[in-house]
């Protein structure tokens, strides 16, 4: 079929980057169907086709799966990368394809004659992986990383658990077993492949727990004295060791009665040692002289206290 004037145009937006590859066996149809324009095929016949997506070419280092053995209308085909490939896409078509690093899903729209991929024209191929990438490794969910190199080789990287999760182990044998609040690993990468040395097996798992209170209040104790001033207390527990603020006892003074006491120190008898006349007449000089407050103590009234409250 000879292609008018106005098929003579571009379909893709990346023509002009692959101008180059316009002669590429493996996408020479390709190109004829969507850079005609670019790749000089305008006035050229192209391949009559009839209604019907006949066997794309199959992406490179993958595995190509297509939902039916016959490349037919709107029919779902994956391509995924085998190992040590990552998958590359030009011109991917937003929210028409799905894409991941690994795999490619595209669907085969064959119309008026022509095929195509559904979702525009796009090209799909897997790219050898660099030996020193770490960064495809599978993650812990609800956590954040922090390497020191980028997820190279070598690269010493934290990983902690999200606020409100703590680590855990996947197997029940661990089921109890705490966890620092942040693991450190050292990604190695050989022949292609990265793995994660060091933990493995954790998950992060959402907190449950309540927070930490204290219990009610005890009675008062019994007063530490059975006379007299004494101290008493209360206590309470905290639900999760050393995990609430305050102090978990607190004390008051008490007393139940006063105490009996001999009055120990006092004089028995308060007398005057000098004669009754000799302490009348000297009584003007109980303030003024020791010698007559010691011998008449009585009158100038000078006995000793009790060394004890005796009420």
């Known amino acids: ?36 324009k670019t790749c000089g095929f305008c006035g050229q016949r192209s391949q009559q086709k009839e209604e019907i997506c006949e066997p794309m070419v199959l992406t490179m280092n ?58 525009g024209a796009e090209v799909a191929f897997c790219v050898k992986q660099k030996t020193n990438e770490c960064g495809d490794l599978e993650r812990i969910d609800n956590s954040e990383v922090k390497c020191s190199n980028g997820y190279s080789h070598t690269s010493s ?8 999760f703590k680590f855990t182990s996947v197997y029940a044998r661990n089921a109890g077993k ?26 992060c798992t959402a907190v449950n727990e309540k927070q930490a209170e204290w219990s009610e209040w005890s009675e008062w104790s019994t007063c530490s004295a059975s006379c007299g001033r004494g101290q008493r207390y209360q206590v309470r527990k905290c639900s999760e060791e050393g995990k609430c603020s305050g102090k978990p ?14 009055c120990a120190g006092a004089s028995k008898t308060c007398r005057n040692r000098a004669s009754a006349g000799y302490c009348r007449t000297q009584s003007w000089r109980c303030n003024l002289s020791r010698s007559v407050k010691s011998v008449c103590a009585q009158t100038c009234k000078a006995c000793k206290k009790p060394a004890c409250d005796c009420a």
């Open 1 to 36: 079929m000879t292609s008018a004037a106005s098929d003579c145009e571009d379909v893709a937006d990346f023509c002009k980057d692959v101008a180059s590859d316009c002669n590429n066996p493996d996408f020479l149809q390709f190109y004829e169907d969507q850079c005609r």
């Open 62 to 119: 993958a595995v190509n799966k297509c939902s039916s053995d016959k490349i037919g209308h709107m029919v779902e085909c994956t391509a995924t990368c085998d190992a040590g490939y990552k998958m590359k896409v030009i011109n991917a078509a937003k929210d028409k394809v799905a894409i991941d690093d690994k795999s490619n899903t595209r669907v085969c729209l064959c119309e008026v004659g022509r095929c195509n991929w559904y979702g």
């Open 157 to 164: 990287c934290f990983t902690k658990c999200n606020e409100g």
């Open 178 to 203: 705490t966890y620092p609040t942040q693991l450190r690993n050292i990604c190695f990468c050989r022949n292609s492949e990265c793995k994660w040395y060091g933990n493995t097996g954790l998950q």
């Open 249 to 262: 006892t607190k004390t008051e003074a008490c007393q139940i009665k006063p105490c009996k006491c001999s």
